[in-house]
């Protein structure tokens, strides 16, 4: 055991001390124990034109300028670290990336820790944040923008207590009632009545040409004014194996789901009333190679209380020079219809190009 010890302090003492990326390690501790470390280092480079505000990646809506406006930026804040300890059926898992706030463009361009994921297991049992049980995480398309169609797809994580019987999943949720109840223009949090958390339960049904899953939502959102409103809504969701090696991968969901679905394209209030949402996301990746793919994806979220109605779109190709570093390209448009917005009746749209180089442990 101690011999153990020694090689794997020797051994995350030397990576840590290098020039280069953490390694992939994997530890065999002895009585059941094991403990790995893995992530991967990504850079981007992002050019976007439009009269849609810059990002690093898009979210379901933006923000409409009055003039086109083009930005070039140079970037790794996707690069991510992660560990897991497994003691026999117990295992605890943490991980993080680099979009924290930091510094600026001028000096550093530094970034801070943002934490993702931390969680324990046991028998079926997760305690802890992790993505939401209304995801289903494989039917999200590879692509060069972290964002991918973000309208289109559910994609919060949070805290949550979640037992798994099999294919069937059942959680309580962290809750938020998030959305605007007088201002229009300005959507804010107003949690402190959310005294009950959401309540979510899932089926996948899994076999050798995918998977598909049947995921629903029921909350109680609350405005600043004392009113309550109990919503539900649901989605399905998967990823069907095609020809060879391609497959194509979808999400449509519907009702008054907010925040779990669009990053932003849908509160969960709206002048005091709970915002039904309407999203849908297909991508077909196709393998030209045997490590050379493309991806075609189309995103679509539209609200009814707010009226907007965002999409987007994207082709990219990628291709893995050694089995663990992968290089691609990207091009797409987002579009965004938000009357909520003054600038231009709200209706904007930017063209984005971007090369990233990721390097997975």
């Known amino acids: 055991m101690k011999s153990t010890l020694t090689k794997l302090s020797v051994a995350i003492s030397a990576t840590l001390l290098s020039t280069s990326a953490l390694a992939n390690f994997d530890f ?15 850079a981007d480079a992002r050019y976007v034109s439009g009269d849609v505000a810059y990002g690093d990646q898009w979210l379901g809506n933006g923000t409409v300028l009055a003039e086109d406006a083009s930005q070039f930026r140079i970037f790794a804040n996707e690069t991510r670290l992660n560990t897991k300890y497994t003691d026999g059926d117990v295992s605890g898992f943490v991980e993080m990336d680099f979009f924290g706030a930091g510094g600026n463009e001028v000096i550093s361009n530094s970034k801070g820790p943002r934490l993702r994921h ?19 995480t494989s039917a999200i398309a590879e692509t060069a923008d972290f964002g991918t169609t973000m309208m289109g797809i559910s994609f919060v994580r949070q805290g949550q207590i979640r037992y798994t019987m099999g294919a069937f999943q059942v959680a309580l949720e962290n809750p938020e009632s998030y959305g605007v109840n007088t201002d229009a223009s300005t959507p804010k949090p107003d949690p402190k009545n959310d005294g009950l958390p959401d309540v979510i339960g899932k089926y996948t049904l899994n076999a050798d040409w995918g998977n598909i899953s049947i995921s629903g939502v029921a909350r109680q959102l609350n405005t600043d004014d004392g009113k309550s ?11 069907i194996n095609t020809f060879g090696k391609d497959d194509v991968r ?29 999203a849908f996301n297909v991508a077909y990746r196709h393998f030209w190679t045997e490590t050379m793919r493309s991806t075609a994806i189309y995103g679509y ?47 904007g749209s930017s063209y984005y190009g971007q090369f990233s180089m990721k390097y997975a442990f």
Not at 33 to 39: A, E, P, V, Y
Not at 118 to 136: C, E, P, R
Not at 250 to 259: N, S, T
Not at 306 to 325: E, G, I, Q, Y
């Open 28 to 42: 065999d501790l002895g009585n059941d124990r094991s403990l790995s470390f893995g992530g991967y280092v990504k």
């Open 118 to 136: 931390a969680f324990v297991s046991y028998k079926g049992l997760l305690a802890g944040q992790t993505w939401t049980t209304y995801m289903n």
């Open 301 to 347: 979220g539209k609200t009814d209380e707010s009226n907007r109605k965002n999409t987007h779109w994207a082709v990219n190709v990628f291709d893995n020079l050694t089995p663990k570093l992968a290089v691609g390209f990207e091009v797409g448009e987002m579009n965004v219809n938000d009357p909520t917005q003054a600038v231009n009746n709200g209706k």
């Open 229 to 239: 409103h109990t919503t539900i809504g649901g989605g399905i969701a998967g990823k």
């Open 250 to 278: 979808f999400q449509a969901h519907y009702g008054e789901l907010g925040r779990y679905v669009g990053t932003t394209v849908a509160p969960d209030l709206y002048n005091g009333k709970a915002e039904t949402t309407t």
